[in-house]
């Protein structure tokens, strides 16, 4: 089956200093039809830009540099701007971390969501106006009709999340990108939100990239992961072959340096030193200053050990199941 | 919980709050008093942030606050840290109560306990140097007797921070070695009670594992005591000895750490803790819990949960729920451990 998303060896970059840095470096990922993936990272490490690449987000003077998106056998690192404005919103979905950025705050809820209705479809404003109440409806607002009236800052945090995705729901989209919805909300309300985000997208089909620092969030919800540091795809796969047979030192470092990992009051495994900056990236592979595996083969830099689906990039990998 | 009254110093937890309430609010001038008091004007919104809270923290345990958004942790922390008086009730650091505390006591009671923030940015003055950052507080209250550059190496090394790099500015740090500076900061002060309010809640999964790690070690090196405010229920378990869990101003459980984890008795421990994200490959349900937390402006009657309570009924809707003991140290404050009990 081909995917719906398909994307080959991309490279975003950004101008610094008179050289380009590579913010995504060759990352190869693909999507299919209901299929949830996680792209996990910590920041820096490239997964909102590779979010944003897809979209056909990234500003000048940041560019996509080579490779391919193919979305439906398209290519979208090639379509011109028409293209890309008419699918995003309708076929590609965006939710943000902080909903309070994706809605403007001096229009009502309603005006919103029914703009973004017409800037795609031809529809009167009845039927505009009925579509948007629904979605309110569908993501567990309770009294859409009265709500459809009120501005964004009547709304609790958890309640703006969704109308956010109430919006991104709205054109029914083959794929939402989800860019840590949510981050900025507490356990119970991430867990309303993630329910409900489960529900939706199961019954319509809907295929998700859900980019999140959350390891244990992507446990439950993804089909497959992806690993990204330094703006690499260090490790991919079934999310419970990576989760238990984690091949790279960084996915194994970041799944033992979760506190509910480890006994408690013991002391954490940890991933000696920090992220350098892309401007500081070591040659060959980006992770070998911070591992203890590392050796002079890994100056080079790794290739993709494995196939199209399941990977990882290492010229170590553990073969041993974690503990 | 215990309360004996012919606790002495030496016997006394290092703090002890007694029916500490906090509320926040504008006081009315004399013009809208008047048109209150003749029904012409609302009262202004007061906001309960802290309801009659009873906690007490043992020296060199590790009590970890958890708690949704807009619950009174922060606020709690900060009463226990000293830099916010409670509105009624009273704090009692070694057996003596704070707000009676003046001159030197009231200054060692202040600097014994430090407060570690969550933006470690926010907390840093921008302008000045690592090294300035340290020294400032020690050295107006006398404490560096010596060198002061190495009394200031001394604290960096000891929160894992290069001392040769103490003359650089903030901004040229990453999150986690400002959270060091910041730690090295508290430290210099020679505190015994540190208050970390959602201090490792900013920092990327494996950055966090490096500074609960070093909270940990210097528990051990300098025999802390810390108050550790968190949303986060992972990282509570994994460095609590003690837990107490804040709803919308009260404290409605509080327990060792394994036996709240094991055995949650409240009906809001028990769906708070079914929502601990922990990695486990395989597609799950992610349950949720209804509705969102009340406004603390117009806290529900009773019991503070019984909107969002399954097994609320006409008692909880009218009468306060007494925090009581449980078991040996656990203490949970709902009505259904009467019912049981009866």
Redesign the interface.
């Given at each position: 089956m081909t995917p719906l998303l398909d994307v080959r060896d991309l490279v975003t970059v950004f101008p610094s200093d008179g050289r380009d840095l590579r913010a995504v470096d060759e990352v190869s990922l693909q999507v299919h039809r209901g299929e949830v993936l996680g792209l996990v990272g910590e920041s820096g490490s490239g997964k909102s830009v590779t979010g944003f690449s897809i979209m056909g987000l990234v500003d000048p003077p940041g560019r996509i540099a080579a490779g391919q998106i193919l979305f439906d056998g398209s290519d979208l690192a090639k379509a011109d701007p028409e293209t890309r404005r008419s699918l995003r919103g309708r076929r590609i979905a965006m939710v943000f971390q902080d909903p309070m950025m994706t809605l403007n705050p001096v229009l009502r809820i309603g005006t919103q969501m029914t703009e973004t209705l017409h800037a795609h479809e031809t529809l009167s404003r009845q039927e505009a106006h009925a579509r948007a109440r629904d979605a309110l409806g569908q993501v567990g607002i309770p009294s859409p009709e009265e709500r459809l009236a009120a501005y964004p800052h009547q709304f609790s945090g958890g309640m703006r999340q969704r109308v956010a995705i109430a919006i991104a729901l709205l054109h029914r989209p083959d794929l939402i990108i989800a860019d840590e919805p949510t981050t900025a909300l507490d356990v119970t309300i991430q867990a309303q939100i993630i329910s409900e985000f489960q529900k939706l997208t199961e019954d319509q089909g809907t295929a998700v990239i859900w980019i999140t620092h959350d390891l244990a969030i992507v446990s439950g919800l993804a089909d497959r992961i992806a690993v990204m540091y330094g703006g690499r795809i260090v490790e991919t796969g079934p999310i419970t072959e990576v989760l238990e047979r984690p091949r790279h030192p960084y996915t194994r470092g970041l799944i033992r340096s979760v506190p509910s990992e480890n006994t408690r009051g013991t002391r954490l495994a940890q991933i000696p030193g920090v992220t350098p900056g892309l401007a500081r990236m070591p040659q060959g592979c980006a992770f070998r200053t911070r591992c203890a595996r590392a050796d002079s083969t890994c100056a080079e830099r790794p290739g993709r050990f494995g196939t199209d689906q399941t990977y990882h990039r290492c010229f170590h990998p553990h073969e041993e199941a974690l503990a | 919980m215990s309360m004996s009254l012919t606790e002495t110093p030496a016997t006394a937890p290092l703090l002890d709050l007694r029916q500490v309430s906090r509320t926040f609010g504008s006081r009315p001038d004399l013009a809208a008093r008047i048109a209150i008091a003749l029904g012409a004007a609302k009262p202004p919104p007061v906001v309960h942030a802290l309801d009659e809270v009873n906690l007490t923290v043992r020296k060199g345990e590790v009590l970890g606050l958890v708690g949704?958004?807009g619950c009174g942790k922060s606020t709690l922390g900060r009463i226990a840290a000293g830099i916010l008086p409670p509105s009624s009730g009273q704090v009692l650091w070694k057996g003596e109560d704070r707000q009676r505390l003046s001159g030197r006591q009231l200054r060692d009671a202040d600097l014994a306990a430090q407060m570690i923030f969550q933006n470690p940015m926010a907390a840093l003055n921008p302008r000045m140097s690592i090294e300035t950052l340290v020294a400032e507080a020690p050295q107006i209250h006398g404490m560096i007797q010596g060198d002061r550059s190495a009394y200031v190496d001394d604290y960096l090394r000891k929160a894992g921070f290069d001392p040769a790099m103490k003359r650089r500015l903030p901004h040229q740090f990453?999150?986690?070695?400002r959270a060091r500076v910041n730690i090295a900061r508290a430290l210099a002060v020679q505190p015994d009670f540190l208050v970390c309010d959602e201090s490792v809640a900013a920092l990327?999964?494996?950055?966090?594992?490096?500074i609960?790690?070093l909270f940990?070690d210097l528990r051990e090196q300098l025999d802390l005591t810390y108050l550790f405010v968190s949303?986060?229920?992972?990282?509570v378990?994994?460095?609590s000895d003690r837990v107490a869990i804040m709803y919308l101003g009260r404290v409605v459980e509080e327990a060792p750490?394994?036996e709240v984890f094991a055995r949650p008795n409240h009906p809001y421990t028990q769906?708070?803790l079914a929502?601990?994200?922990?990695?486990?490959?395989?597609?799950?349900?992610?349950?949720?819990?209804k509705g969102?937390?009340p406004s603390p402006l117009d806290p529900p009657k009773g019991c503070h949960f019984h909107p969002r309570c399954p097994m609320a009924h006409e008692r909880c809707r009218v009468e306060v729920p007494k925090r009581r003991e449980i078991a040996p140290g656990h203490s949970s404050a709902c009505h259904l451990n009467d019912q049981q009990a009866a």
């Open positions: - | 949704e958004s990453s999150g986690g070695q990327d999964v494996s950055i966090q594992a490096q609960l790690n940990m949303h986060d229920l992972g990282v378990e994994h460095i750490v394994a769906q708070l929502e601990v994200p922990r990695i486990r490959p395989g597609k799950r349900r992610f349950a949720a819990m969102e937390l």
